[in-house]
Structures are given as structure tokens and as C-alpha cells.
């Protein structure tokens, strides 16, 4: 069964400094993976997504993930942290078979420090 | 493009009441899914709906939850009688293609059982 693991719940940075928000998944085979981010009291919003096509992904708001097969991973970077992305953020997987359902790893809060 | 909408926004309520929560998808979305993500964790998906018919209820408390989506269009979840672990955020998603796994999430219901 597919898994997603965040490594680090919490993650902080100065304003302007580089943001990584890592992400390792776990899945027979590829699979499709998302970069969600969720703000105080809202629901989430699709940052990114790969869908197997180029490995390097870009999003709204600045943000871009690489997809690395050979590592299983999807890390979410940004090259200057601004105090609007302080949020929590959630990296998911897609579940094998068509099946439309999605594996959400357990989050990571980024915390901006002016 | 009206976005996924859920009411109520919050909600307290005692012990072994009950209490429903409703969700209207983004016009033609035909995959619709409710969430439950407790305080620090990641959504774990509580049950998917194909147009109006059920995909995947296996998270599902059955004994307590329930959900409906008779027209294929909006969705109601219902927990009776609710437990203090219930406590959390109901979120609500829909998808126009189950194919793409990309979901779009409502603000969500703010649960407290006291």
C-alpha cells in the first residue's frame, strides 16, 4: 500500500531564506503527487502537482517540486521565504488502480520568522 | 468557478448528540469524498462518491457515520451519537476526473464535542 512520509512537522525559516519541505513516498508503482497547502482555518489548496510528465514541477505562489524516483521523493521548494507562506503543508500520493483516492502524509507547519 | 462549499463553518455540540454536516461540490464534479483531519495529522479519507453511488467506504465508522449523496450532486454526513474522539475538521472534496486524482477541497467543519 502506498505511504507518505514528511520528515520534520515543523520547519522554520527567515523571511527571504530558502524553503525545503521534504516528502518521501512509497508506491509499487508511479504515482502521481501533490503539494497541498493548507492556511488557519481553511481548507486546502492544490499547490503543485506531477503527473509523470517533466520531473520538475512548478506551482503557484512560487513554489516547485522534483519528482526523484531513484530517491522516492517529492521535495517542495522555494528559493525566498515570504511571511505569507506560513501555512501547513501536506504532500500527498495517489493510490494505485484508478481509484481517485488520494494518501496525505501527516503535514509540515512552516513557520516564517521576519 | 464557485469553489466546494460546506456548512456549517463550526459546530459544538455535547456527547452522544448528533449533529450533520453538508457539502456542495463544484458544478459537474461527479467524485466526491469527505475527510476527517484531526488536529496535527493529515486528512484521512471517511468515504467516496462516484456520481451518487458509494466507491469507498472502508474508513468509514459505520456504527456512528453515515453519508448520503442521493441526486449525485450534494452530499450530507451524519455522526449519531457523536463521541468526544470525533472532535475535528470535516473536510469536504470533489473531483471532475477521478483519473487526474486532483481534488479541490471545501473550507471544511470545525467540530467540537464536549
Known amino acids: 500500500a502506498q505511504s507518505v512520509t514528511q520528515l520534520g512537522s515543523h520547519v522554520s525559516v527567515s523571511e527571504g531564506a530558502l524553503v525545503l519541505l521534504r516528502c518521501n513516498y512509497s508506491?509499487?508503482?508511479?504515482?502521481?503527487l501533490f503539494w497541498y497547502v493548507q492556511y488557519p482555518n481553511q481548507g486546502l489548496q492544490l499547490l503543485l502537482k506531477?503527473?509523470?510528465?517533466?520531473?520538475l514541477v512548478k506551482g503557484i505562489n512560487g513554489f516547485e517540486a522534483e519528482f526523484k524516483k531513484s530517491e522516492t521523493s517529492f521535495h517542495l521548494t522555494k528559493p525566498s521565504a515570504h511571511m505569507s507562506d506560513a501555512a501547513e503543508y501536506f504532500c500527498?500520493?495517489?493510490?494505485?488502480?484508478?481509484?481517485?483516492?488520494?494518501?496525505f502524509g501527516q503535514g509540515t507547519t512552516l513557520q516564517v520568522k521576519p | 468557478e464557485a469553489g466546494v462549499a460546506q456548512s456549517p463553518r463550526y459546530k459544538i455540540i455535547e456527547k452522544r448528540q448528533s449533529v450533520a454536516f453538508w457539502c456542495n461540490p463544484i458544478?459537474?464534479?461527479?467524485?466526491l469524498y469527505w475527510y476527517q483531519q484531526i488536529l496535527g495529522q493529515g486528512p484521512k479519507l471517511l468515504i467516496q462518491?462516484?456520481?451518487?453511488?458509494?466507491?469507498?467506504d472502508s474508513q468509514l465508522p459505520k456504527d456512528r457515520f453515515s453519508a448520503e449523496r442521493l441526486k449525485g450532486v450534494d452530499s450530507t454526513l451524519k455522526i449519531q451519537p457523536a463521541k468526544l474522539e470525533d472532535s475535528a475538521v470535516y473536510l469536504c472534496?470533489?473531483?471532475?476526473?477521478?483519473?487526474?486524482?486532483?481534488?479541490?477541497f471545501g473550507p471544511g467543519t470545525r467540530l467540537t464535542v464536549t
Open positions: 472534496a470533489s473531483s471532475f476526473d477521478r483519473a487526474t486524482y486532483e481534488q479541490y
Open positions: 508506491s509499487s508503482v508511479p504515482p502521481y
Open positions: 506531477y503527473t509523470s510528465a517533466a520531473t
Open positions: 500527498a500520493v495517489s493510490e494505485s488502480g484508478n481509484t481517485g483516492k488520494l494518501i
Open positions: 458544478s459537474g464534479h461527479a467524485t
Open positions: 462518491f462516484q456520481n451518487n453511488g458509494v466507491v469507498d
